[in-house]
C-alpha cells in the first residue's frame, strides 16, 4: 500500500459478483496492518459478500454506505499477528 496514510481506493464499480469480493480480499492481502481500504462498487451482492470476507478475515468494517447505486466500505486492516 501507500507509504503515508492516506486510504487506498479500490473503484469495482461495473463489476459483477464474485469479483468485488476477490479483488477485495487481494486488496487486503497486500495491505499493511492497521491500513485504511475504500472500496466502491455497484454489485448489489457485495453488500453481503464484504462484510462477510472483512469479518471472516478478522478486518473491521469501520463503515458501510449506499448512495445513488453505489455500495462503499471503509474497511481498516487487522493488526499483524
Given amino acids: 500500500m501507500a507509504d503515508d496514510d492516506t486510504p487506498h481506493r479500490l473503484d469495482l464499480k461495473g ?4 469479483l468485488p469480493a476477490l479483488h477485495t480480499r487481494r486488496a487486503l492481502q497486500r495491505a499493511r ?35 445513488d447505486g453505489v455500495l462503499s ?7 499483524g499477528e
Wanted: aromatic share 2%.
Fill in 33 to 67: 496492518p492497521g491500513d485504511v481500504i475504500l472500496v466502491d462498487c455497484t454489485d448489489p451482492m457485495a453488500a453481503i459478500d464484504i462484510p462477510h470476507l472483512v469479518r471472516q478475515d478478522g478486518h473491521s468494517l469501520e463503515a458501510q454506505a449506499r448512495e
Fill in 73 to 79: 466500505f471503509r474497511i481498516r486492516v487487522r493488526a
Fill in 15 to 18: 463489476l459483477k459478483c464474485p
